[in-house]
């Protein structure tokens, strides 16, 4: 038939790059490999700071099992705080420039 | 073979039956499942009907490649006016029923009408009868099947039900099958409970006649062979679908205290792994199951393990009850959301709307607008465990001013108790949000905001989008097989690009609905999945129809436009809050506080999201307003519609 050939081109190109042993950090903005050591428990992300709780699959399939919270609570106040600074200075900067007449 | 199968029309008022062959044309045009319901609900249903009178009409179907040598088609599809939205209602489930329905020579039902008294519909090679269904009705879900099979004799006849919620006319009552197979979302228990319909029971052993038997089985192992070499599908076969609240709740992307927050935190003890102890605790270490020609097994199968429900045996939980009776309520805890887990089963009620609207009951009692006179003295507190299954029992029982006010649904609930009760109310057209967060995600706040049956993850959410995955594989995935060469981003929190990723995956799970394949086999948790490429040769192998990618794309176009057509004929309004294409103010007001650095202090932008709208409308041929243009349903052959071809 007429879809002969491409039949299951787009998913069997994209399978060729799965990686077992690994797992992606959790943050959906860094999504960092990581690869914990067997029967390791915990992980911390080397390029975002976030710091997980590891569960085995199988042998060789470690999964995250959830955030070590404390670490990964702080970040998120630190991240929170950051920002509404930032949005704060930013709400200023545009009354300043209100009254300047800018 | 499942061309072969027929329709048949129902008229529970007069005991009338009527079936048909279902022509060619048909199926080229809507395939089967929700797709042809969708057009049949157009077609034989009122304008402005009561969605609990006897005028408005229930469709059940199998997808189309149901029960064939096709892996994972075992969804059944019930459509009809939803009682809950007034708009579309539509649910979908696994399990066996479907199959058994086509084995019994029947692919769709149109049951209009409503019987004197409880009956069943019984469904036996290609036979139809209606049964008298008295000692049946106030039977849970579990039990009604089991009378049901003794009524008849046959302990082989699958049955979907409407359990006590659905004879109550809970407004979010489901259809069930199995133990936990729920046809959840808008109401469908509730439209057979308003017909006096207790089930629909089949039983079949005619021929399943392939149109190419052995290239079919063939293509089958390969097919089988993608599905459970994916990792995805891997961790679900160990975990079930708990493996996804988990994931999401680690990032920030899960709704907590209605929508205060957007973690659950400290949720140890009902985390996968927590569940998957228990499961093997009260059930032994082989407690995963699954549903009709599924290799992914995702289902486990528990026993409570203590307090006053210990013992019962229950299958699940899915994600949708972590996040029902853990993270909205604030109750963290496997016990609750294992019992809460059964009783909406038991029950037949949707998991996600009752636990969000007990969430938002809750945030009401602690803002005041509600109290304990309101309550009847029960403590709406945060965390208290035994308030939130005293809840899931007054809904289905209508007990209490509260439990009846409740059961009507949020938007009729938030009329009744006024106040501003209405802006806590975190809903679309009508129907609970699920208990996911998309505030840091703008694609998949988007999808709420479109999906045909209300805020809704199973109709158009791009999961995907969650995996920063290159922009290259994006393009390889989304570019096809429609072409597309406009921008798209890796990053979740973006908003370009999105608007194409929500219209194709739109079309994608329509795709899935209209053939019977369960949506863990496509593209919606693993990028690695089949999808539109794929499922021509199933479709020729197993029936004999040949179609391209792109002609079953422009079947789910269609069909996405036909519940379109219905939505806006039943009073769908862009910009309407409780009809509309829109988000509630929390989503553009109240920043996120937890999860990842990149997630919090998050809100959707208002003016961004209205452009992205207004961009998927120009991808899916609609005007400014989100009409579909005469040029769109032309291409689409659906401008003359309602044309009452079948």
Redesign the interface.
């Given at each position: 038939?007429?879809?002969e050939k491409?039949?299951?081109?787009?998913?069997e190109?994209?399978?060729a790059?799965?990686t077992?042993g690994k797992f992606?950090c959790?943050?959906?903005?860094?999504?960092e490999r990581l690869e914990p050591k067997k029967g390791q428990k915990t992980i911390k992300c080397p390029t975002?700071g976030?710091e997980?709780r590891v569960?085995w699959?199988?042998d060789g399939?470690p999964?995250?099992?959830?955030?070590v919270?404390e670490v990964?609570?702080k970040?998120?106040e630190?991240?929170?705080e950051m920002?509404?600074k930032a949005?704060e200075a930013k709400g200023k900067e545009a009354l300043k420039e209100n009254k300047e007449g800018k | 073979m499942a061309l072969k199968r027929k329709i048949a029309y129902i008229d529970l008022s007069t005991g009338d039956i009527e079936t048909k062959v279902i022509p060619l044309e048909i199926r080229k045009k809507f395939l089967g499942g929700r797709g042809l319901d969708a057009y049949l609900l157009y077609n034989h249903t009122k304008k402005g009907c009561d969605p609990i009178g006897p005028d408005n009409t229930l469709m059940v179907s199998g997808g189309f490649l149901c029960a064939t040598c096709a892996s994972a088609t075992a969804r059944t599809h019930v459509m009809a006016k939803s009682p809950l939205t007034g708009l579309l209602g539509s649910c979908n489930m696994g399990g066996f029923f479907a199959p058994e329905m086509a084995w019994a020579g029947f692919n769709h039902l149109v049951i209009k009408g409503k019987a004197k008294h409880p009956v069943y519909l019984y469904i036996h090679n290609g036979e139809i009868e209606i049964r008298d269904a008295r000692d049946v009705w106030g039977k849970s879900v579990t039990d009604a099947q089991w009378a049901i099979r003794d009524d008849l004799g046959d302990q082989e006849v699958k049955s979907m039900v409407c359990g006590p919620a659905g004879e109550n006319l809970v407004a979010f009552a489901n259809v069930m099958t199995g133990i936990k197979n729920a046809g959840g979302r808008t109401g469908m228990g509730c439209v057979m409970g308003s017909k006096n319909l207790k089930a629909v029971a089949a039983r079949g052993t005619m021929d399943i006649d392939i149109a190419h038997p052995v290239e079919a089985l063939e293509f089958n192992k390969?097919f089988i062979e993608?599905i459970t070499?994916?990792?995805v599908s891997?961790?679900q076969g160990?975990?079930g679908t708990p493996?996804i609240w988990?994931?999401t709740?680690?990032?920030?992307g899960i709704r907590c205290r209605n929508f205060q927050y957007n973690?659950c935190?400290?949720?140890?003890d009902m985390?996968?792994?927590r569940i998957d102890e228990i499961c093997e605790e009260t059930m032994g270490p082989y407690h995963m199951t699954g549903c009709f020609a599924c290799q992914v097994h995702c289902r486990a199968q528990y026993k409570i393990p203590s307090g006053p429900y210990a013992g019962k045996y229950e299958e699940g939980p899915e994600y949708t009850s972590q996040g029902a009776f853990g993270g909205e309520t604030d109750t963290p805890r496997a016990l609750t959301v294992l019992v809460g887990n059964h009783l909406v089963d038991q029950y037949g009620m949707d998991n996600l709307d009752t636990g969000s609207i007990i969430s938002w009951a809750m945030e009401l009692y602690e803002l005041g607008i509600i109290d304990k006179k309101q309550t009847d003295g029960l403590d709406l507190s945060w965390g208290n465990d035994d308030a939130v299954i005293e809840m899931i029992d007054r809904i289905c029982y209508r007990k209490g001013w509260l439990g009846d006010t409740l059961a009507k649904g949020g938007i009729q609930a938030s009329k009744i108790i006024g106040k501003n009760s209405f802006d806590y109310l975190i809903q679309v057209k009508g129907m609970s949000n699920l208990h996911s967060d998309e505030r840091?995600t703008p694609g998949l706040a988007l999808n709420i905001a479109l999906s045909s049956r209300g805020s809704d993850h199973l109709r158009s959410r791009p999961a995907i989008d969650?995996?920063?995955l290159p922009e290259d594989?994006l393009r390889?995935?989304y570019g096809?097989p429609v072409p597309y060469d406009g921008p798209l981003s890796s990053?979740?929190?973006e908003y370009i690009g999105k608007p194409w990723q929500v219209f194709w995956q739109e079309n994608c799970y329509m795709a899935v609905d209209c053939l019977g394949i369960c949506k863990y086999h496509t593209t919606f948790l693993g990028?690695?999945?089949?999808?539109f490429?794929?499922w021509?040769?199933v479709l020729?192998y197993n029936t004999g129809i040949?179609m391209?990618?792109k002609d079953i794309w422009d079947v789910a176009e269609r069909c996405n436009n036909m519940e379109r057509l219905f939505n806006l004929r039943e009073g769908l309004k862009r910009d309407d809050p409780e009809k509309g294409d829109v988000l509630n103010h929390r989503y553009h007001d109240e920043?996120t506080?937890?999860?990842?650095?990149?997630?919090?202090?998050r809100v959707i932008e208002k003016d961004k999201f209205l452009k992205m709208r207004a961009e998927i409308y120009q991808h899916k041929g609609w005007d400014e307003n989100g009409i579909p243009t005469p040029e769109t349903l032309k291409r689409l052959g659906i401008d003359n519609e309602p044309s009452h071809m079948l």
């Open positions: 038939m007429e879809q491409k039949v299951g081109a787009t998913v190109s994209l399978r790059t799965r077992y992606r959790h943050n959906p903005t860094c999504m975002c976030m997980f569960a699959v199988k399939f999964r995250i099992r959830g955030p919270w990964n609570r970040v998120a630190d991240a929170f920002k509404m949005k | 390969k993608h070499s994916a990792k891997q961790t160990t975990l493996f988990g994931a709740n680690s990032w920030g973690q935190e400290y949720a140890d985390e996968p792994e840091a969650l995996y920063h594989v390889k995935i096809s990053e979740h929190t990028a690695t999945l089949p999808n490429d794929d021509p040769k020729y040949e391209t990618p920043p506080r937890r999860g990842a650095p990149e997630v919090v202090g």
